[in-house]
């Protein structure tokens, strides 16, 4: 038995769109059959690896645990939309500064977890970066120049506020 | 394999009352889905899912925490994100602080809803413990009415419940009377995040004059459901704390546990384990330095 199918509108990456898909279908298979968006990854399929990692309504989600009729009226954030204005986030510099990436599985996922964390404590101590990147499984790095990344990331991004706090004087 | 998301009919009514009027016209048809951080994690498997699942996902009645003074009152779509920042809960319920950020991992956390963890059942679940050991009150709605249970009465079986097929987990309360407990809540598990527990042990208990005046033991992983450990409880009651009396206390655990043999761990370690985690708890309770 096939059961209905549903019109879900939301607001991806700042921009509005619908889909037309079953309403159990995880937002992560919309996000890459539907719609193309195939920077968010999927790892394990059962939420524990965070390869998946979307921000919906300015929280952490794993997009694999998301059927997409929950997505409604949401706002939801993929890795194609950390960068803004082709300019990319600090945290995707310091990742290429610091080696934060290998083989790039976990990499979508492992931003947006680390995009989620610094909104909340834009300093958090290593400490605090384990436990934000804790659902954020990596096999090649080792997680220290991850950790690195996130730090350098935290560092340069209140830099650039201070700079442009110091031009606005 | 993976199921197939067409063979699911899932709704998203919106409002608590068409959830309850749904539930209501078909008894037991309808499968509620908060966050999915269960039924969605089955249906990757392949597991057998409920073909009829109803939305509960961003319905606003049900997604709140209210300071009522006496008690607090945490909805059922509440997830354990909204459940560590709250303020009155960090300062009031810390064991429940505690065992919400243990929940799987932040993305985990954001969605997993105090109303799954409940009604979904697991011997294991985290949060389990922290609310038996603070005497909670299950709030149980339908479209006939509601009422009210203990905490401690919720759980029946394994997976088994004490709700009725066209009622809804509402809310969970938590009387504010804990103030003067020393409080305890350890689990044991393979890793600090995304590990299920191997076992868990939560106690809230009142010394007076140098003896036992209020004690409540809970368990998470020693039973088939979370549950009080009521022997436990009664060996302890009403002595003081000491070589003489913990003894007892951890044969009682001994007798009163009924674990199993898992995948993660074995009916024999989380007895022993357990029995560890109780003594643990009365030697810092007799040497005063038992944590809150």
């Given amino acids: 038995m096939s059961a209905p199918w549903a019109t879900i509108r939301f607001i991806l990456n700042g921009e509005p769109c619908a889909v037309h898909a079953p309403p159990m279908k995880r937002l992560l298979d919309v996000l890459r059959e539907d719609l193309r968006l ?27 645990l998301v059927p997409v009729i ?37 990499t979508p996922g492992m931003l947006m977890a680390a995009a989620q964390l610094l909104d909340v404590n834009p300093h958090p101590n290593i400490a605090e970066i384990r436990e934000g990147l804790a ?22 991004e209140s830099t650039s506020t201070e700079e442009q706090a110091a031009h606005a004087r | 394999m993976r199921g197939n998301a067409e ?36 249906h990757a498997a392949g597991k057998p899912v409920a073909e009829k699942l109803v939305s509960l996902w961003g319905i606003p009645e049900l997604r709140f925490i209210e300071d009522r003074t006496e008690s607090i009152a945490i909805g059922a779509a509440a997830t354990f994100r909204d459940l560590r920042a709250h303020a009155a809960i960090n ?40 609310f038996l050991v603070y005497d909670a009150e299950i709030e149980l709605v339908s479209s006939r009415g509601s009422r009210r249970i203990p905490y401690a009465a919720f ?17 969970i309360h938590l009387p504010r009377r804990f103030a003067q407990h020393r409080q305890y809540l350890r689990k044991v598990g393979t890793r600090r995040a995304m590990a299920v527990a191997k076992v868990a042990l939560a106690v809230t208990a009142l010394l007076k004059e140098g003896q036992m005046s209020e004690i409540r033991v809970a368990a998470a992983s020693l039973a088939p459901f979370p549950v009080r450990l009521v022997q436990v409880e009664t060996a302890l009651l009403g002595q003081p704390i000491n070589s003489i009396t913990i003894q007892p206390a951890r044969a009682a655990l001994l ?9 993660r761990s074995t009916a024999t370690y989380r007895r022993q384990v357990g029995a560890n985690l109780l003594e643990e708890f009365l030697i810092k309770l007799r040497t005063g330095d038992a944590s809150k």
């Fill in chain 1, 38 to 64: 195939t920077g968010t990854k999927e790892g394990c399929g059962e939420g524990e690896c965070g390869s998946c990692s979307v921000r919906m309504n300015g929280e952490l989600v794993n997009s694999c």
């Fill in chain 1, 70 to 106: 929950q997505a409604e009226g949401a706002t939801v954030q993929t890795i194609e939309g950390l960068a803004t204005n082709g300019e990319l986030h600090p945290l995707q510099k310091a990742f290429l500064a610091c080696g934060g990436a290998q083989c790039g599985i976990c």
């Fill in chain 1, 135 to 156: 659902g954020n499984l990596c096999r090649c790095t080792g997680f220290m120049r991850i950790f690195e990344s996130v730090v350098k990331a935290a560092a340069n």
């Fill in chain 2, 7 to 42: 063979a699911h009919q899932m709704i998203a009514p919106g409002s608590l009352a068409a959830v309850l009027d749904l539930m209501s016209s078909a008894p037991g048809e309808w499968t509620p889905i908060a966050g999915g951080t269960e039924i969605m994690v089955a």
């Fill in chain 2, 91 to 130: 300062a009031d319920w810390p064991l429940v602080s505690r065992a919400s950020s243990w929940i799987g991992s932040i993305a985990n956390q954001s969605r997993a809803t105090v109303g799954g963890n409940l009604v979904n059942g697991s011997p294991a679940a985290d949060s389990s413990p922290a």
């Fill in chain 2, 155 to 171: 759980h029946t079986g394994y997976k088994q419940n004490a709700m009725a097929p066209d009622e809804l987990l509402y809310a």
């Fill in chain 2, 255 to 263: 007798a009163e546990a009924t674990p199993i043999d898992d995948i």
